[in-house]
Every structure is written in structure tokens, then in C-alpha cells.
């Protein structure tokens, strides 16, 4: 009978602790969230003066944290550390080995045709074919073959070294050129340097704008970017993450469909204003029709020049597009005077003759290349590392 009382006690004693365990625990719950809500109000309204201050006394412990949470979170990736870029001398040397390796089959095609004994009319013919089939284009690559059929009938038999040596004196031959190859970034007396990215969609402009904003950091010049693709609102999102990246501003519409004119206009009267070195424009690929892009890049140049003049305009190339891109280089051609080439995606196609075909269809050099998507891929067209990483 007493072991029954005493379990009747403890059973008592233990749900009556439990009971206000619980009870405690709840309500320290609900303090904590009160005391944590009003700690955060206390922080919104720090962060956004005029927040109601009673929001802590409702909020809950569910709701309360993420309230500032939520203005901070956005704004810890806005203020990244501003990166040293490298500078851009020696770039074309250090990517080298990835143009070596995307074009190393028509390099090596080339060397195994030449060095044949005996070099008839058919091997000719090959080699007419793999240089057509590496962009170089028809009219060039015939004037290859004429040139080398020529050399090998005046010095007769070759030892592999000498036709490596002939294959690198033709290809040289055909990828240089008298013009400069300077992208002319110098600041001017009293205003920057303008520079001005055209292409069609998807070519890799915003991309080049943003390299070469870090490459010319790099070099000590101070960059302001103006996002004249106005086409969507995320192009200008796009230029500006590569500015913060570098410290250089981005002078944009928060307007789909604004004027990129306009835009230009104000990143340009904006460059004079803050005494930057250089203004880099990136304008649209697309606009609704291909004779509007035209119209209106005709004219986002002709308001720049109000203001001060273009020293480049670049037309970049994706280097896989082939003919295609050819075509299109020819249109912006005649429309803005397009004073070099950037060709992108260089790593990513094994047709890297296009630079031949470009150069000798537009008169126009070659002035960078793209060897890839990282932030520093973005190299100074040197003709002779180009050809020595071709043919290894
Ligand atoms: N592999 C490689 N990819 C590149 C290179 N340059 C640009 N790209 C890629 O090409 C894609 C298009 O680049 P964007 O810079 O957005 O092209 P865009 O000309 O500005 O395009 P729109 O604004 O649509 O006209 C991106 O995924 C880039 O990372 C390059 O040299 N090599
Ligand atoms: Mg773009």
C-alpha cells in the first residue's frame, strides 16, 4: 500500500515538473523572440530610418531575423573587394598553350602534308583543303599554295626543320599586316579615350568589355563602362558585375528599351566629368530588325561624337561562326568604321585561319583575341606567338 501512495506521489511530482518545464520553456521562447524581434527592428531602423519601431513588440521569432536580413544579404555581394588585375603584357604567351592545343590539328595537318616526298598535284589540293577548312578562306588559301609550290620548286629538297621554317614565313605573311595593332586607349588632352564594343548577339561584347576594362586596370588607367545595350535589363547587370570587379563604374538605364544613344551620351559626358583615362561602350547584338541595329549604332556614334571622338570602334567576331561571321563583319563594316577586330572563342574552334580571312575581307587587323571565359583570357593579337602555337 505505501510502495502505491509513494508511485502516486512521484507520477505527481513528475508530471507536474514536466508541465512546467514545458510551460517554462515556451514562454522563454517567446521572450527570446520578443527580445531578438526588438533588436532587429532596432537594426532595420539603423539601416532604414523611419521603420515603425513597435514592429519588434509583434514580431515573432520565425519572422523577425530575415526582416534585416534581407536588405543586408543583397548588399554584402554589391561591395565585392575590388580585384588587382594583371597587366596585359605577355598575355598571348601565357595562353599559348590553349590556342596551341585547339589548333593543333591544322598545324600539324599542314607539317605532315609538306614534308611528303613527294608533293603531286593531289597533296596540293589537300593542302588547299585543310587551310580552306580552318577558315582561312578560298582566295587566301590559294594564294598559300601558289606561294609554297613556289618555294619548294626554287629550294628544292627540305629537311623538316625547313619546311616548318616555309610553312611559318607563308602563314606569317598572310596574318600580318602594316596597320597597328594598338587598341588606341590613350587619354586625350581634356577628354578619355573612347572606345566603342559592336557585334551581333552572343559574340562575347559585354564579355571583351569587361576583360578589357580589368586588362586596362591592370595597366593603371581608370575605366568608366557605358551599357548602351539597353535590349535587356540584365546586359547592363551583366557590365556592371565586371566593373565592380575592378573598381571601374558603370554609367547605365535602369529602362529596358531606353535610347543607347542617350546612354552612350551620358557614360561619355560622365568619363570627362570624373577625368577617366578610358570610356568603354558595350552596345546591343539584336534589336528587333537587323537594319535597326544598324540605324541605331550608326547613331549612338554620331551622338558620342558630340561630345568627343571614337578612337575604336571593335567589332567582335566569334571565331567558331565561320563564314557566317565573315558576313556579318561585312555589314558592320559599312555601317560604322569598324578600326579592329576581336576575335572571341579562339579556344574553342580549330579554325583559327579565320583571323586571315577577316583581316584580308574587312582591311582591318585583328587587334585582341579571346582564349576563353575567365576574367583575364583576353590577349593582345600577336601574329608571331599565334603562328608558333599553330604549327607547335
Ligand atoms: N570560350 C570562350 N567563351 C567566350 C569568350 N568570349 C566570350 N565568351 C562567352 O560567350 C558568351 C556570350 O558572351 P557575351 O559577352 O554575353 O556576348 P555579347 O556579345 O555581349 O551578347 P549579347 O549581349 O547578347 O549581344 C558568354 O558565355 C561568354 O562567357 C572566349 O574568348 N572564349
Ligand atoms: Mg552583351
Redo the contacts with the bound molecule.
Keep these: 500500500m505505501e510502495y502505491i501512495i509513494l508511485i502516486v506521489v512521484l507520477a505527481v511530482l513528475l508530471i507536474g515538473g514536466l508541465g512546467s518545464t514545458f510551460l517554462l520553456r515556451s514562454r522563454s521562447g517567446r521572450r527570446g523572440g520578443g527580445a531578438s524581434a526588438g533588436s532587429v527592428a532596432r537594426g532595420g531602423t539603423a539601416t532604414a530610418p523611419g521603420t515603425a519601431d513597435d514592429s519588434g513588440a509583434t514580431a515573432t521569432t520565425t519572422v523577425a531575423p530575415p526582416v534585416p536580413a534581407q536588405p543586408e544579404a543583397p548588399e554584402a555581394p554589391a561591395k565585392p573587394t575590388i580585384e588587382k588585375p594583371p597587366p596585359s603584357a605577355g598575355r598571348m604567351v601565357r595562353l599559348r598553350a590553349r590556342l596551341a592545343r585547339s589548333q593543333s590539328g591544322f598545324g600539324s595537318a599542314l607539317l605532315s602534308l609538306l614534308s611528303r616526298d613527294r608533293l603531286d598535284d593531289d597533296t596540293w589540293d589537300e593542302i588547299e583543303e585543310v587551310l580552306i577548312t580552318a577558315d582561312v578562306g578560298v582566295g587566301p588559301a590559294r594564294q598559300m599554295v601558289a606561294d609554297l609550290r613556289t618555294k619548294v620548286k626554287v629550294e628544292g629538297s627540305r629537311t623538316p626543320d625547313e619546311v616548318k621554317q616555309m610553312l611559318r614565313a607563308e602563314l606569317l605573311a598572310q596574318v600580318e599586316t602594316p596597320a597597328s595593332r594598338e587598341v588606341r586607349t590613350r587619354r586625350h588632352e581634356g577628354h578619355p579615350a573612347i572606345v566603342m564594343m559592336v557585334?551581333?548577339?552572343?559574340?562575347?561584347?559585354?564579355?571583351?568589355c569587361g576583360k578589357l576594362a580589368r586588362s586596362l586596370v591592370g595597366d593603371g588607367q581608370t575605366v568608366l563602362l557605358g551599357a548602351a545595350?539597353t535590349?535587356r535589363a540584365a546586359?547592363a547587370d551583366?557590365l556592371q558585375t565586371w566593373g565592380e570587379r575592378v573598381g571601374a563604374q558603370t554609367v547605365r538605364s535602369d529602362k529596358e528599351g531606353a535610347d543607347p544613344a542617350s546612354v552612350a551620351f551620358e557614360a561619355v559626358s560622365q568619363g570627362i566629368e570624373a577625368e577617366v583615362d578610358v570610356v568603354l561602350i558595350?552596345t546591343?547584338?539584336?534589336l528587333h530588325t537587323k537594319t535597326g541595329l544598324m540605324d541605331e549604332l550608326g547613331k549612338v556614334k554620331r551622338v558620342i561624337e558630340k561630345k568627343a571622338s571614337v578612337d575604336e570602334v571593335l567589332l567582335?567576331l566569334d571565331a567558331t561562326t565561320g563564314q557566317n561571321g565573315l558576313r556579318q563583319a561585312r555589314v558592320f563594316a559599312e555601317v560604322v568604321d569598324v578600326s579592329g577586330i576581336v576575335l572571341?572563342?579562339?579556344?574553342?574552334t580549330a579554325k583559327g585561319g579565320i583571323v586571315v580571312a577577316v583581316q584580308q575581307e574587312l582591311g582591318v587587323p585583328v587587334k585582341l583575341v579571346?582564349?576563353?571565359?575567365g576574367p583575364d583570357?583576353?590577349a593582345p593579337f600577336d601574329p608571331e606567338t599565334f603562328i608558333d602555337a599553330i604549327i607547335g
Design positions: 557585334g551581333v548577339n552572343g559574340t562575347g561584347k559585354t564579355t571583351t545595350d535590349f546586359a551583366q558595350d546591343a547584338g539584336r567582335v572571341t572563342k579562339l579556344d574553342g579571346g582564349l576563353g571565359e583570357d583576353l
